[in-house]
């Protein structure tokens, strides 16, 4: 390729990229291109066709719950209120099908795709580096930039294409083309800041994990400075804070209201910016090598360290911590938003009957509501906790574990024990965080305690995902992961949404998280001792298998 | 009795699927003895020593392990002893010192002052998170865990797998420590040298199955030496000698091989022809084991003739 006929009279200096020097820095992109591409393209397809697919079904629902254009002038009348405005955006043109797929989306949308752009661009970048695959590659024929360069532009044309999907998804439902190429435009502007935060993050931390920790932490301060603008907004005018965070950036090109494209045109210089920078950066390093260094650590194990259940806490430290903040803030935000919500939703329309069941009390179902999707926020945490049962086995960590004077049950024990005690933890703690947030708003203080217990009877629920997790690994070490969060999928679809499939009374009533009693329900303790039956069955079958099978190589 | 034997396994077994690892392996370990355990790569000596670490269960035969069952007695076993496997695999988020405190904790032999010793010994930095560690280095966290236990039974997997030179001469004088302390060791390895001056016992497995096994006297008893000699008469006589092979006679220079037990009458029928210079080189290691997978040393590149060869090789020591 073109290294071969300048490399021998040109080596690229650091410092400053003349033409040719960033021609051989490049050299292999095309290929490079094609490899990421082979690699992820069902990824970027399941992706696209749920993201597109989101657009589809919200403005399908959003037409049968705002028929008629007297409907949707009501809605504009009350949509501009405080929570709306922090949750998910300044409600600017609320009398339209096009400004309540916004409110009702455009949030989620943008957040999804920028999430799903970290996440490949770490997955590509840092975490192949972090593995030694990138050394394999860079050791042929190869530019320095060129892995970067391709992986950055593979992840683009991703975030344009989505973009595109979800512009085509509007259109398809008859929204006007200004405004459906404008919102598409917008996701993808949103999602192009945050792949050059990615590209930055992987340059200088080490683990993908640390990559993936520091851009989703931009974002959610992003996200965090953007609320705090719309909260203090004027009417539906963005106040100066706003352009302070890149979502506010895409937000302010306001499709289907005004149809602004030049905010954009802020994140697609953003993000050259910020993938120059990160070029820089890599131009500067060593491959392998973050740029925030690597601490030492203690040289001896400490006694917490030497017990079972405090080695397994001492390695989910970081992930609990961060589940507990972001729990915790989505229950601050649930608790907040109830009263503001129930506003809106009258108890006969189709879309709030599938939320909030069968209830007299809108509020209290709305609430109790609120509770369960919590408690399957939680129970993500409980399957990523567990599943390390599974995912040290395959990282060949159990062969030293296994040999030393410990038997299997008890080693897989204390891993159980970890995700069994932080749910009950997290259950209490994020139920009194509803109640607060909720008694605050309306002036009864002494909600925490009703909301703690409503939010722990979900815990049996919490520990079956534990005794399913444990018996998927030692049935099925190999597909453990994939299977169980298939079917934690499935839980959610049918716990949030099973009333919309018009599934019969017994399905959709009677699933692990649904059969529990909600906080507007008569409290009945027998579903509960039920589930926990089936939790100690499915975790005790697990560990007997577990013990009698022989440890998969790694 | 096994009471004198560390490790006593008889025609073990082991599929996988239908792949048969184990094929009836064979394997003794006196108590207080290095045992070198050879074969080429798949020839299941992992598949081994994971059944002895009771990972895995056995489809058949016997295996006893300092007196108990290593499948059911494993957690009781796994308190006196130790092992190193041939990829240390350690958690990334932890440093190579707190990784070395927990598997010590975990026997419950965990004794710092020790420990500091092998790591000085290793050079090894114990303040360093395990995923920056080399391979080299991630195997000494093994070693040292391994080493400064006060473990009765030492199971070394291909221990030295990425040390350096310098590492290998410590790895070799800590085994012989061990030996020194009355622990047993069995060391599975590539590299004959190491096997050659560590251990007592060797067993060669193929296919697994065990082809050969004995101390490295017994061994080379059943193989040909090869004797190089500077005669003043003509050595061509020697040819005639039954249990002289491979005879190569160049003026008064002769090489050839032969079977120990011909070795009297070929000594006596040197005198007469005025030896000026003998030299006799038993077989090495090396040697024995490739003989067994029809590779002869000097002709390393016939490997392709190797089921061929290897009758021939067994025809020959008949």
Same mark, same amino acid.
């Given at each position: 390729?073109?290294?071969?006929?300048?490399?021998?009279?040109?080596?690229?200096?650091?410092?400053?990229?003349?033409?040719?020097?960033?021609?051989?820095?490049?050299?292999?992109?095309?290929?490079?291109?094609?490899?990421?591409?082979?690699?992820?393209?069902?990824?970027?397809?399941?992706?696209?066709?749920?993201?597109?697919?989101?657009?589809?079904?919200?403005?399908?629902?959003?037409?049968?719950?705002?028929?008629?254009?007297?409907?949707?002038?009501?809605?504009?009348?009350?949509?501009?209120?405080?929570?709306?405005?922090?949750?998910? @955006?300044?409600?600017?043109?609320?009398?339209?099908? @096009?400004?309540?797929?916004?409110?009702?989306?455009?949030? $989620?949308?943008?957040?999804?795709?920028?999430?799903?752009?970290?996440?490949?661009?770490?997955?590509?970048?840092?975490?192949?580096?972090?593995?030694?695959?990138?050394?394999?590659?860079?050791?042929?024929?190869? @530019?320095?930039?060129?892995?970067?360069?391709?992986?950055?532009?593979?992840?683009?044309?991703?975030?344009?294409?989505?973009?595109?999907?979800?512009?085509?998804?509007?259109?398809?439902?008859?929204?006007?083309?200004?405004?459906?190429?404008?919102?598409?435009?917008?996701?993808?502007?949103?999602?192009?800041?945050?792949?050059?935060?990615?590209?930055?993050?992987?340059?200088?931390?080490?683990?993908?994990?640390?990559?993936?920790?520091?851009?989703?932490?931009?974002?959610?301060?992003?996200?965090?400075?953007?609320?705090?603008?719309?909260?203090?907004?004027?009417?539906?005018?963005?106040?100066?804070?706003?352009?302070?965070?890149?979502?506010?950036?895409?937000?302010?090109?306001?499709?289907?209201?005004?149809?602004?494209?030049?905010?954009?045109?802020?994140?697609?210089?953003?993000?050259?910016?910020?993938?120059?920078?990160?070029?820089?950066?890599?131009?500067?390093?060593?491959?392998?090598?973050?740029?925030?260094?690597?601490?030492?650590?203690?040289?001896?194990?400490?006694?917490?360290?030497?017990?079972?259940?405090?080695?397994?806490?001492?390695?989910?430290?970081?992930?609990?911590?961060?589940?507990?903040?972001?729990?915790?803030?989505?229950?601050?935000?649930?608790?907040?938003?109830? $009263?503001?919500?129930?506003?809106?939703?009258?108890?006969?329309?189709?879309?709030?009957?599938?939320? %909030?069941?069968?209830?007299?009390?809108?509020?209290?179902?709305?609430?109790?509501?609120?509770?369960?999707?919590?408690?399957?926020?939680?129970?993500?945490?409980?399957?990523?906790?567990?599943?390390?049962?599974?995912?040290?086995?395959?990282?060949?960590?159990?062969?030293?574990?296994?040999?030393?004077?410990?038997?299997?049950?008890?080693?897989?024990?204390?891993?159980?024990?970890?995700?069994?005690?932080?749910?009950?933890?997290?259950?209490? %703690?994020?139920?009194?965080?509803?109640?607060?947030?909720?008694?605050?708003?309306?002036?009864?203080?002494?909600?925490?305690?009703?909301?703690?217990?409503?939010?722990?009877?979900?815990?049996?629920?919490?520990?079956?995902?534990?005794?399913?997790?444990?018996?998927?690994?030692?049935?099925?070490?190999?597909?453990?992961?994939?299977?169980?969060?298939?079917?934690?999928?499935?839980?959610?679809?049918?716990?949030?949404?099973?009333?919309?499939?018009?599934?019969?009374?017994?399905?959709?009533?009677?699933?692990?998280?649904?059969?529990?009693?909600?906080?507007?329900?008569?409290? $009945?303790?027998?579903?509960?001792?039920?589930?926990?039956?089936?939790?100690?069955?499915?975790?005790?079958?697990?560990?007997?298998?577990?013990?009698?099978?022989?440890? $998969?190589?790694? | 009795?096994?009471?004198? *034997?560390?490790?006593?396994?008889?025609?073990?077994?082991?599929?996988?699927?239908?792949?048969?690892?184990?094929?009836?392996?064979?394997?003794?370990?006196?108590?207080?003895?290095?045992?070198?355990?050879?074969?080429?790569?798949?020839?299941?000596?992992?598949?081994?020593?994971?059944?002895?670490?009771?990972?895995?269960?056995?489809?058949?035969?016997?295996?006893?392990?300092?007196?108990?069952?290593?499948?059911?007695?494993?957690?009781?076993?796994?308190?006196?002893?130790?092992?190193?496997?041939?990829?240390?695999?350690?958690?990334?988020?932890?440093?190579?010192?707190?990784?070395?405190?927990?598997?010590?904790?975990?026997?419950?032999?965990?004794?710092?002052? *020790?420990?500091?010793?092998?790591?000085?010994?290793?050079?090894?930095?114990?303040?360093?998170?395990?995923?920056?560690?080399?391979?080299?280095?991630?195997?000494?966290?093994?070693?040292?865990?391994?080493?400064?236990?006060?473990?009765?039974?030492?199971?070394?997997? #291909?221990?030295?797998?990425?040390?350096?030179?310098?590492?290998?001469?410590?790895?070799?004088?800590?085994?012989?420590?061990?030996?020194?302390?009355?622990?047993?060791?069995?060391?599975?390895?590539?590299?004959? /040298?190491?096997? #050659?001056?560590?251990?007592?016992?060797?067993?060669?497995?193929?296919?697994?199955?065990?082809?050969?096994?004995?101390?490295? /006297? #017994?061994? *080379?008893?059943?193989?040909?030496?090869?004797?190089?000699?500077?005669? #003043?008469?003509?050595?061509?006589?020697?040819?005639?000698?039954?249990?002289?092979?491979?005879?190569?006679?160049?003026?008064?220079?002769?090489?050839?091989?032969?079977?120990?037990?011909?070795?009297?009458?070929?000594?006596?029928?040197?005198?007469?022809?005025?030896?000026?210079?003998?030299?006799?080189?038993?077989?090495?290691?090396?040697?024995?084991?490739?003989?067994?997978?029809?590779?002869?040393?000097?002709?390393?590149?016939?490997?392709?003739?190797?089921?061929?060869?290897?009758?021939?090789?067994?025809?020959?020591?008949?």
């Amino acid at each position: 390729m073109t290294s071969t006929s300048t490399a021998p009279t040109r080596v690229a200096s650091s410092g400053d990229i003349s033409s040719g020097a960033l021609r051989n820095a490049a050299a292999g992109f095309g290929i490079m291109i094609g490899f990421i591409v082979r690699r992820n393209w069902l990824r970027m397809l399941i992706w696209l066709i749920v993201l597109a697919g989101m657009i589809v079904l919200v403005i399908d629902s959003q037409r049968e719950l705002f028929p008629t254009q007297a409907d949707r002038d009501a809605y504009a009348q009350v949509a501009n209120t405080p929570a709306i405005a922090a949750l998910t @955006g300044l409600p600017y043109a609320a009398g339209t099908l @096009g400004g309540i797929l916004n409110i009702k989306i455009w949030m $989620t949308m943008a957040i999804a795709l920028s999430f799903a752009v970290i996440f490949l661009v770490t997955r590509n970048g840092r975490a192949e580096e972090e593995a030694g695959r990138t050394e394999l590659l860079r050791a042929g024929v190869l @530019g320095q930039h060129a892995y970067s360069l391709a992986n950055w532009s593979v992840f683009s044309g991703f975030a344009v294409l989505v973009g595109l999907a979800s512009a085509g998804a509007a259109l398809s439902q008859g929204l006007p083309a200004a405004g459906a190429f404008l919102m598409g435009a917008s996701f993808t502007g949103t999602a192009l800041v945050f792949l050059g935060v990615a590209a930055i993050a992987g340059q200088l931390t080490r683990t993908s994990g640390g990559a993936n920790g520091l851009a989703s932490t931009v974002l959610g301060v992003s996200y965090l400075v953007r609320a705090v603008a719309d909260v203090q907004a004027d009417g539906d005018k963005a106040n100066w804070l706003t352009w302070l965070s890149p979502i506010g950036w895409a937000q302010q090109s306001r499709s289907y209201g005004e149809n602004d494209w030049w905010p954009l045109l802020l994140c697609v210089g953003a993000a050259v910016i910020l993938c120059w920078i990160a070029l820089t950066l890599e131009r500067g390093r060593d491959l392998g090598a973050g740029l925030i260094a690597e601490r030492v650590g203690p040289r001896e194990a400490s006694a917490a360290l030497r017990t079972q259940v405090g080695l397994a806490l001492r390695l989910q430290r970081g992930s609990i911590i961060g589940w507990t903040l972001g729990i915790v803030a989505f229950a601050l935000f649930f608790g907040g938003v109830a $009263t503001a919500m129930a506003d809106l939703l009258s108890g006969d329309n189709p879309i709030a009957q599938a939320f %909030i069941g069968d209830s007299k009390n809108v509020l209290d179902g709305l609430l109790g509501f609120f509770l369960m999707a919590n408690a399957l926020l939680v129970a993500a945490f409980v399957l990523h906790s567990t599943d390390s049962i599974r995912a040290a086995e395959s990282a060949g960590r159990t062969e030293m574990q296994w040999s030393s004077a410990i038997s299997r049950v008890r080693w897989a024990g204390a891993r159980m024990i970890v995700p069994a005690v932080s749910s009950l933890v997290l259950l209490a %703690i994020s139920g009194a965080a509803i109640g607060a947030t909720f008694g605050a708003a309306v002036g009864k203080p002494d909600q925490a305690g009703r909301f703690t217990m409503a939010s722990l009877a979900y815990w049996p629920s919490a520990l079956l995902v534990i005794g399913v997790v444990v018996l998927s690994a030692a049935l099925i070490p190999r597909a453990a992961a994939a299977v169980t969060w298939a079917l934690y999928g499935v839980a959610v679809v049918l716990s949030m949404f099973g009333d919309l499939f018009s599934l019969p009374d017994w399905v959709s009533k009677n699933t692990p998280f649904t059969a529990i009693p909600r906080l507007d329900m008569d409290f $009945t303790i027998v579903p509960l001792l039920v589930i926990t039956v089936l939790a100690v069955g499915a975790g005790g079958v697990g560990l007997w298998v577990l013990r009698e099978r022989d440890m $998969t190589s790694a | 009795m096994t009471s004198n *034997r560390a490790v006593s396994v008889e025609s073990l077994e082991k599929n996988f699927g239908s792949t048969r690892a184990l094929d009836g392996l064979n394997l003794e370990i006196e108590t207080g003895t290095v045992a070198g355990f050879l074969g080429p790569n798949g020839s299941g000596k992992t598949t081994t020593i994971r059944i002895l670490l009771g990972l895995l269960r056995a489809d058949g035969g016997r295996a006893t392990l300092l007196g108990g069952d290593p499948w059911k007695d494993a957690v009781e076993l796994h308190r006196r002893i130790a092992y190193v496997a041939g990829d240390v695999t350690l958690w990334p988020s932890l440093t190579g010192g707190q990784a070395i405190g927990i598997l010590g904790s975990l026997r419950g032999d965990h004794d710092p002052k *020790r420990v500091d010793a092998y790591l000085e010994r290793f050079d090894l930095d114990p303040t360093k998170k395990a995923r920056s560690y080399s391979k080299g280095n991630r195997q000494k966290v093994g070693l040292v865990a391994a080493f400064a236990s006060r473990a009765e039974l030492l199971f070394l997997d #291909e221990p030295t797998n990425g040390l350096d030179p310098l590492m290998e001469g410590v790895f070799t004088e800590c085994v012989a420590e061990a030996k020194a302390e009355g622990r047993s060791v069995l060391l599975s390895s590539h590299i004959f /040298a190491e096997v #050659e001056k560590l251990c007592d016992t060797v067993t060669i497995i193929r296919d697994g199955r065990t082809v050969e096994s004995g101390t490295l /006297a #017994e061994l *080379r008893h059943l193989q040909r030496s090869t004797i190089t000699v500077t005669l #003043e008469g003509n050595p061509r006589a020697l040819g005639s000698i039954d249990g002289v092979h491979d005879l190569v006679a160049d003026g008064g220079h002769a090489t050839f091989t032969v079977d120990s037990a011909a070795l009297p009458k070929v000594l006596a029928a040197l005198s007469p022809l005025g030896p000026r210079e003998l030299v006799s080189t038993p077989p090495s290691l090396e040697e024995l084991f490739l003989r067994h997978y029809g590779v002869h040393p000097a002709s390393v590149d016939a490997e392709s003739d190797a089921p061929a060869a290897a009758s021939a090789a067994k025809a020959a020591r008949r």
